[in-house]
């Protein structure tokens, strides 16, 4: 039977996937259904998904699976036993797999087989639902920790230390050419979405009577967001409340707000180190690899040398194409697992009475 490969980096705001046809997408982590029969006959479907949410949100009801890189309400430490609440993340999270699969045009008749990433250290219970899920819109399907992914679009031959710095987790892996234990992953509760909410926290200490919403928030600190020792002035047009729109300079909360971001990726760099044998440290030390979106912030390869700099030579490289390194790297893992492997896997699901449903 012919066999369509995908590899799908499921994150917490962005999804993305690559296949094996050459198509690849990557659309935000969304959902969206129409309000009521207004809103339906509208916009003329019975579900949205990334730009469109955005675009018609106010006639919708609108549902992001994932918090801090875990699916919501599926265990105590994301949302706790709201059953409901997780049914809805997983038929959420379901329908936007199902999507991605749709958005790279599988031809029809073809075997769909599957890599995708997660983060690093979720939960075992949270793997097991995801995997679940995937295996529900593929016809195999295997998780792969989201970091290794992304070192592995790499032709990447030294020992290295790859960070994933996503919206929901910052994710490292130690990458030297095997796949990794649980012992060279680790994963941080922290990433984009923390810095967008404590930027709108300082920024109303420091402006109480200027309005930021959430997504103003996030893409001034897309597009002006900076760490480092040299402060600069960030003036935009902020409106007021009762008030016209007034020029603000936001550097020093938006600076500060970056910075927490930076001294995460730096902590987690520290504690990689320290887990793995001082022998590898130079080498590992020269080759830091950083993807996912919070990899695009101005400065943080110098920060990075700054504050590793007392270990010895540091040296940080920014994976380019960053949207899709985890999907890419995802792909190539699926296009290189043995076809054996494959088949065990798919042997170990018809064991278990898995069995795919019809799209
Ligand atoms: N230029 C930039 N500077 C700083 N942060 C950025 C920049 N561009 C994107 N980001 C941030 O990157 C994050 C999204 O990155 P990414 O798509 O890798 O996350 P994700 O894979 O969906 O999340 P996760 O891996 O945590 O589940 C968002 O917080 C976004 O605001
Ligand atoms: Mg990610």
């Known amino acids: ?33 129409p309000r009521d029969y207004v809103a339906r006959k ?8 990334g730009e469109e949410v955005q675009l018609h949100r106010l006639a919708l009801n609108i549902v992001r699976p994932f918090h801090k890189g875990a699916l919501k309400y599926g265990s105590a430490s994301s949302g706790g036993a709201d059953q409901s609440g997780l049914e809805r993340s997983k038929l959420a999270a379901k329908l936007i797999l199902e999507n991605a699969i749709q958005s790279v045009d599988p031809p029809s008749g073809h075997q769909i087989l599957g890599v995708v990433g997660v983060p690093a250290e979720a939960s075992v219970q949270n793997k097991q639902l995801l995997l679940e899920l995937a295996r529900e819109v593929m016809d195999v399907a295997v ?36 796949l990794p234990t649980e012992h060279d992953q680790l994963t941080i509760a922290y990433g984009g979405d923390y810095v967008d909410e404590d930027f709108m926290k ?28 040299e402060l600069h002035p960030v003036p935009v047009s902020l409106p007021t ?23 995460a990726v730096v902590d987690g760099l520290r504690e990689m180190l320290d887990r793995l044998d001082p022998e590898f440290h130079s080498e590992l030390l020269a080759h830091i690899l950083l993807g996912g979106g919070g990899s ?27 949207a899709f390194a985890g999907a890419t790297g995802a792909l190539r893992l699926a296009m290189s697992m043995p076809e054996e492997d494959w088949k065990a896997v798919q042997q170990a699901d018809q064991r278990s009475g898995f069995r795919r449903r019809a799209a």
Not at 12 to 26: D, E, F, K, P, W
Not at 297 to 305: A, K, P, S, T, V
Request: with cysteine; charged share 15%; proline share 3%.
């Open 1 to 33: 039977m012919d066999i369509l490969f995908v590899g799908i980096d499921f994150g917490t705001m962005n999804t993305a996937i690559v296949a094996s046809n050459g198509m690849r997408t990557v659309q935000q982590t969304v959902v969206g259904w």
């Open 42 to 49: 509208k916009l003329g479907k019975e579900v949205l998904f």
């Open 143 to 178: 998780l792969v920790p989201e970091p290794f992914a992304v070192g592995f679009c790499q032709d990447q031959a030294q020992n290295a230390l790859v960070v994933d710095i996503g919206a929901g987790t910052i994710d490292l892996c130690h990458l030297y050419g095997a």
């Open 202 to 229: 300082r920024m109303a200490e420091a402006v109480p009577h200027a309005r930021l919403a959430l997504g103003v928030a996030r893409s001034i600190k897309e597009r002006h967001g900076f760490v480092g020792t």
């Open 241 to 263: 409340r009762g008030g016209t729109p007034q020029i603000v300079d936001v550097s020093v909360p938006l600076h500060a707000a970056c910075t927490t971001l930076a001294d």
């Open 296 to 322: 695009q912030l101005r400065g943080l390869d110098d920060y990075i040398d700054s504050a590793l700099e007392s270990y010895g030579q540091v040296g940080v490289t920014r994976l380019h194409d960053s």
